[in-house]
């Protein structure tokens, strides 16, 4: 398994890097990962359990040590995290059933191009 307290170190010290090289990026990254608090319509650990969600199903380890961190710290439970992970599973399967219909809809459009 990963090193994920390492890694994280690891990735902040390049993000670093690259927020001086591409300071503007990286303020308008900031801004968007902020939005939500402001808001106040979601908690900070509802927030969280989402980001645990979206970083698995757009397959993110940065994401997902930042955000498990932020979750803990939180109040998140395991138990809340699996919930919210539940979901992550079910709407990756979701996706490729709507990928499988798509992929029945092209080889229907190429097999009436080609007469078959």
């Known amino acids: 398994m990963m090193d994920w307290l390492k890694y994280r170190e690891q990735l902040t010290g390049r993000l670093g890097e690259f927020g001086k090289l591409s300071p503007d990026t990286l303020k308008g990254y900031q801004t968007l990962s902020n939005a939500g608090e402001r808001t106040g319509q979601l908690d900070a650990r509802t927030r969280e359990l989402i980001a645990l969600a979206v970083a698995v199903t757009t397959r993110c380890d940065g994401c ?36 499988s219909a798509r992929v029945l809809d092209a080889m229907n459009a190429h097999e009436s191009l080609s007469g078959q």
Request: charged fraction near 15%; proline fraction near 0%; charge should be negative.
């Open 64 to 99: 997902i040590t930042v955000h498990a961190a932020e979750a803990l710290k939180h109040g998140s439970t395991r138990e809340e995290v699996a919930e919210a992970l539940g979901v992550a599973v079910a709407l990756n399967a979701g996706v490729a059933m709507v990928y």
